[in-house]
Nanobody, 121 residues
Framework: QVQPVESGGGSVQAGGSLRLTCAVY????????MGWFRQAPGKEREGVASIDRDGRISYADSVAGRFSISQDNAKNTLYLQMNSLKPEDTALYLC???????????????WGQGTQVTVSS
């Protein structure tokens, strides 16, 4: 079992920055991939970024060049640096983990509860 716990959300004006953190608890030694997703009210959950244990990274087109995913394996922690934020980035951001799958699909097995990001214009 793996339990991701997100933090770092908040309210920011357009053009601002936030850094989200995901602390992962449990059997982290065999975690293959971590990812960030977001879900806005009335919309489907969408993949934002993912990173596997070898450091291979994928970004959604909507955030590429503005967001950066990274991980600290020694601390079992995942980060999402979000720059040049836009009002359309407003959503609940969730961290996910999986033992075999990696990508921007919703196939991840383990999910956190999420942290809210609100961007005002």
């Amino acid at each position: 079992q793996v339990q991701p716990v997100e933090s770092g959300g908040g309210s920011v004006q357009a053009g601002g920055s936030l850094r989200l953190t995901c602390a992962v608890y449990g059997n982290t030694y065999s975690t293959y991939c971590m990812g960030w997703f977001r879900q806005a009210p009335g919309k489907e959950r969408e993949g934002v970024a993912s990173i596997d244990r070898d450091g291979r990274i994928s970004y959604a087109d909507s955030v590429a060049g503005r967001f950066s995913i990274s991980q600290d394996n020694a601390k079992n922690t995942l980060y999402l640096q979000m720059n040049s934020l836009k009002p359309e980035d407003t959503a609940l951001y969730l961290c996910a983990a999986d033992y075999s799958y990696c990508g921007l699909g919703r196939r991840f097995v383990y999910w956190g509860q999420g942290t809210q990001v609100t961007v005002s214009s």
